[in-house]
């Protein structure tokens, strides 16, 4: 975060779908409804709806809390996290508001290893994982890395970061996820210095810039 306010927002929306027509009248810079993907099999809870990712506009960052975001889902249960944004990959993607770009993104909630502190898992895996991920991830077309900085809403289930990944399709993701069965047993023993596999979740999401 600055000193301005939030940054970056996360959104978890439960129980009912976005309303992606309310979504546009947000005071956001940019805003991406992520939702699972029509043609491939879930992988999300079954309460989740979708994923939200809003820039809002600094100037009105103070307005940004519990109260307010539940007004943007009506009929939902959201949980929402400030996040500090570290892009790896750039897919260079700039599609128009209100499309759909090309490919496919899982999101991975992740938490840290019980033995390091938030500020270590950030550290570990924005430094020293990414190296990795860069040489033995060769479908990756995006990679985001988000810390999260804080819960908003109170009740959000404990996460310290999430994690975007872009595919360029669903053959990408399942056949070229690692370069190698050398570099899967790289990455699953780095992931395991930093991160608590069992605790997370993800969800394979076909995304819609709302605003660009």
Not at 83 to 112: A, D, K
């Amino acid at each position: 975060m600055t000193d301005d306010g939030v940054d970056k927002l996360v959104c978890v929306v439960r129980d009912a779908p976005p309303d992606l027509e309310l979504l546009r009248s947000l005071p956001a810079r940019r805003l991406v409804v992520h939702r699972p993907h029509p043609d491939e099999p879930p992988e999300q809870p079954p309460d989740v709806h979708a994923v939200v990712l809003m820039w809002p506009h600094h100037d009105v960052t103070p307005s940004v809390d519990a109260e307010t975001i539940a007004s943007w889902f009506p009929g939902a249960r959201v949980d929402a996290y400030a996040v500090e944004e570290h892009v790896q990959i750039e897919p260079g993607l700039t599609p128009p508001p209100g499309s759909e770009p090309p490919g496919l993104c899982r999101l991975v909630f992740v938490r840290r290893a019980p033995s390091l502190t938030r500020d270590q898992m950030a550290h570990h895996w924005t430094e020293q994982h990414t190296p990795i991920v860069r040489r033995h991830h060769p479908a990756f077309w995006g990679y985001v890395q988000n810390v999260v900085v804080a819960p908003v809403t109170p009740g959000a289930p404990e996460v310290d970061g999430v994690a975007e990944m872009r595919f360029r399709s669903a053959s990408d993701l399942r056949e070229r996820f690692y370069d190698s069965d050398e570099g899967r047993r790289v990455v699953a023993d780095d992931v395991a210095r930093f991160l608590d596999r069992g605790a997370g979740w993800r969800i394979l999401a076909r995304d819609t810039w709302v605003l660009v």
